[in-house]
């Protein structure tokens, strides 16, 4: 039997600066005292769309979440930092891998905690789809 929380993860965090870094507090934990998922997800999702709102040079939805995979359970006090990276430009929408990795307090161990791929949608003043602005080579 494979234990699900214990995948083959990478020794280190992305080769870059974190779009978003936070300490897991106690008002954000399910009834078990883990972090609750959804509050990881949302942070994933703030982050995820900070690059798809710098292409689009504006307003953007999100419309799907895919392959959200939990690797690794969040503690209290753990700082989490979370990557996110562009991986598809289309016409309207914009495809983003998202990683989240936890430090525990009293470590300087980084853990992959959390993946996914956030789609968003640059929507205009009606809140409908809109072309995103031409990109120069380095966009992506």
């Known amino acids: 039997m494979t234990d699900i929380f ?3 993860t990478p020794l280190q965090a992305p080769d870059q600066q974190p779009v978003v870094r936070v ?5 954000d934990t399910n009834p ?3 972090i609750f998922g959804g509050w990881l997800l949302a942070q994933m999702d703030l982050a995820g769309s900070t690059p ?11 419309i799907a979440v895919d392959g959200m995979v939990f ?17 598809r ?30 789609t968003y949608v640059a929507i205009d003043e009606n809140r409908k789809p809109r072309a995103i ?6 966009a992506v």
């Open 6 to 8: 214990q995948p083959e």
């Open 23 to 27: 300490i897991a507090m106690p008002a």
């Open 32 to 34: 078990e005292g883990d």
């Open 52 to 62: 798809a709102f710098d292409l689009a040079r504006g307003r953007c939805a999100t």
């Open 71 to 87: 690797h690794q359970p969040v503690s209290v006090g753990d700082e989490i930092s979370i990557y996110a990276k562009v991986l």
């Open 89 to 118: 430009l289309g016409r309207t929408s914009i495809r983003v891998h998202v990683e989240a990795w936890k430090r525990p307090r009293a470590s300087h161990t980084v853990i992959r905690v959390t993946e996914g791929v956030f």
């Open 133 to 138: 602005p031409e990109q120069g080579p380095e």
